[in-house]
Nanobody, 122 residues
Framework: HVQLVESGGGSVQAGGSLNLACAVS????????MGWFRQAPGKPREGVAA???????SYADVAAGRFTISMNNAKTTLYLQMNSLKIDDTAMYYC?????????????????WGQGTQVTVS
């Protein structure tokens, strides 16, 4: 059973940076893709970045050039470095694992979700 626990959210001024982390345990071979999603109030959840254990990455247009997805060498923590934050980036951010495929930074067929971490940009 995969468990995902996010941390690192908070409040930041526009133009600032945050680094989100997701602790991963109990990984399943049936879910080789990992990614970050976000959901703003009144909007559907959207994928922002995805990667495989081998290091392949994919980004949504809203994230390209500003966000970087990565993992530690032990493959136990997934990160999302967010730079040049905008007010529109305000949302609850979730990490997830899934069987894929990945389309424009969004992992399809998600099997496990974290509980989310709030990012507020003002």
């Amino acid at each position: 059973h995969v468990q995902l626990v996010e941390s690192g959210g908070g409040s930041v001024q526009a133009g600032g940076s945050l680094n989100l982390a997701c602790a991963v345990s109990g990984r399943s071979n049936r879910s080789p893709y990992m990614g970050w999603f976000r959901q703003a109030p009144g909007k559907p959840r959207e994928g922002v970045a995805a990667m495989t254990l081998s290091g392949w990455t994919s980004y949504a247009d809203v994230a390209a050039g500003r966000f970087t997805i990565s993992m530690n060498n032990a493959k136990t923590t997934l990160y999302l470095q967010m730079n040049s934050l905008k007010i529109d980036d305000t949302a609850m951010y979730y990490c997830a694992t899934g069987s894929g495929p990945v389309e424009a930074g969004e992992v399809r067929n998600v099997g496990s979700w974290g509980q989310g971490t709030q990012v507020t940009v003002s």
